[in-house]
């Protein structure tokens, strides 16, 4: 290659110069006008960005806090854990099934070995449970975390805790569910749009008859009712899930150490049920059997003079069932399989605090009467209310209780029928008069099987 030949691979055509020498001063003689549009729009790009980085941050902040240790978070009982989705969704296991319920999931492996935490979270069951909810979240509050947490959901197939008190008189206890309901998983259930209008147009008409909890604010900001109604949702919604991130080192306390049996490739246990029955059993005489209720020993006294429940009814409760009824709805509407576990009464503490055994019998049938309207099934335990360590305490359920309510999930989760599953998929559920294993020998034996 010659002189000449490089020079005219590597120098611009005159044409060429010209043009870019056109463009260049094009630039720098644009009107003000446009130099400050140009600047305006980079500006409010700018903006869009940071506001999009910060609107993302308790997600990206829970997925980093997540996987900075090896700890199991789906067991926790919490109100802050229970109350963000993008937490739930960076730390729950890979393959876990949301299970929606309240008080029950405060009673942990050191009360009775079957429980949540222990029978899942510390053993290889080749599926995990995600546990949402705290004490006094009843119907309506439940069905609000469902569509909000439709986005984090491994499955189709859930689960329902559903507490008989909740359908006490006056609705049971819906002012102290009202005080710590959750900004940002309302407004999650707002926007989800497989949640028809009517249902939404429901929650928000019940919220706002919990006016001495819920404030007008609260519903208006979450459902974006004018343009500073969104702009309040953003930051109210901002400002709860960065609280619950900066606090959670309280949130990783109670995480499980991961054991050698939750380790990738473990092989998985399947139980035994009859042998886990006969141990709970054997748990249940040696923690509960010093008193003829069954109730943890540890507690008996305390519970015993506790008559709060006096002569309660059950047929007047015309706000919660509607309010179950239309979760079961929501439940549908996004798209998941719901089993509803109905946990029972302590019988022979009803009978001695006169709540009506008729009146008990007509609450499990109308919840089963509304699951079946909404082609929903359910794990019936109304049969074990008078087996005596089914219930630890006054409504938890305990040694057998989590025996047969984790058969019952089991069962369900691998397409399986039991004498507990009933309902739309199902047909009639059996129950007690059909099992003839330990717990139900031990009722017969104490006379309290009726």
């Known amino acids: ?33 446009l130099k400050a549009r140009y600047l305006l729009v980079g500006i409010f790009s700018g903006l869009i960005a940071l506001a999009l980085v910060i609107i993302n941050m308790p997600l990206i902040l829970s997925f980093t806090y997540a996987h900075s240790d090896n700890r199991i978070y789906s067991y926790i009982y919490s109100q802050q854990k229970s109350r963000s989705v993008a937490i739930n969704k960076a730390t729950q296991e890979a393959n876990s099934y949301l299970a929606f ?14 429980a949540p935490d222990g029978f899942y979270g510390k053993h290889n069951r080749g599926f995990d449970l995600n546990l949402i ?13 469902m569509g909000a947490y439709q986005p984090a959901s491994q499955h189709r197939k859930i689960f329902f805790f559903l507490s008989p008190q909740w359908f006490f008189k006056y609705n049971g206890g819906q002012a102290a569910m009202g005080k710590q309901l959750s900004f940002s998983l309302y407004k999650q259930f707002v926007h989800n749009p497989n949640i028809s209008q009517e249902s939404k147009d429901y929650v928000r008409k019940r919220l706002q008859q919990l006016k001495k909890t819920v404030s007008p604010k609260f519903i208006s900001a979450a459902n974006g009712d004018t ?6 949702g953003i930051l109210m919604e901002y400002e709860e899930q960065m609280k619950i991130l900066f606090d959670w080192s309280t949130i990783a306390q109670k995480a499980l150490v991961r054991t050698p049996e939750k380790q990738s490739g473990s092989p998985i246990e399947v139980p035994q049920w009859a042998e886990r029955m006969k141990q709970a059993v054997k748990r249940g005489d040696a923690d509960g059997g010093a008193n003829r209720f069954g109730f943890r020993n540890a507690v008996a006294d305390k519970i015993e003079a506790n008559r709060a429940w006096q002569d309660q009814t059950l047929n007047e409760a015309a706000r919660e069932e509607a309010d179950f009824q239309h979760t079961l709805r929501i439940a549908r509407e996004c798209g998941y399989e719901p089993l509803v576990i109905f946990i029972p009464f302590k019988g022979v503490w009803c009978d001695e605090l006169n709540i009506p055994k008729d ?3 007509y609450l499990y049938e109308k919840l089963k009467q509304l699951c079946d309207l909404e082609q ?19 409504a938890h359920p305990g040694w057998t209780g989590w025996v047969r309510i984790n058969n019952a999930i089991w069962d369900f989760i691998h397409d399986t029928k039991d004498e507990y599953l009933g309902g739309y998929k199902y047909g009639e559920a059996k129950g007690a008069a059909a099992i003839d294993d330990a717990g139900t020998q031990r009722m ?5 099987l009726r």
Do not use: W
């Not at 008080?103 to 009360?111: G, K, P, V």
């Not at 909810?133 to 975390?145: E, K, P, R, T």
């Not at 343009?227 to 309040?232: A, E, G, H, M």
């Not at 017969?444 to 309290?448: E, L, T």
């Open 359 to 361: 009146q008990r019998t």
């Open 133 to 145: 909810g705290i004490a006094n979240d009843q119907c309506l509050s439940q069905g609000i975390a």
């Open 1 to 33: 290659m010659n002189t000449h030949d490089h020079i005219e691979l590597n120098t611009p055509s005159t044409g060429a110069q010209h043009d870019a020498k056109s463009a260049t001063n094009t630039i720098h003689t644009a009107p003000p006008q």
């Open 444 to 448: 017969k034996q104490d006379g309290v």
């Open 101 to 114: 319920g309240s008080s029950e999931f405060f009673i942990h492996d050191n009360q009775t070995p079957d």
């Open 376 to 394: 929903v099934s359910y794990a019936d335990f109304s049969s074990f209310e008078y087996e005596k360590y089914f219930i630890l305490d006054s």
């Open 227 to 232: 343009p500073i109604d969104t702009l309040n």
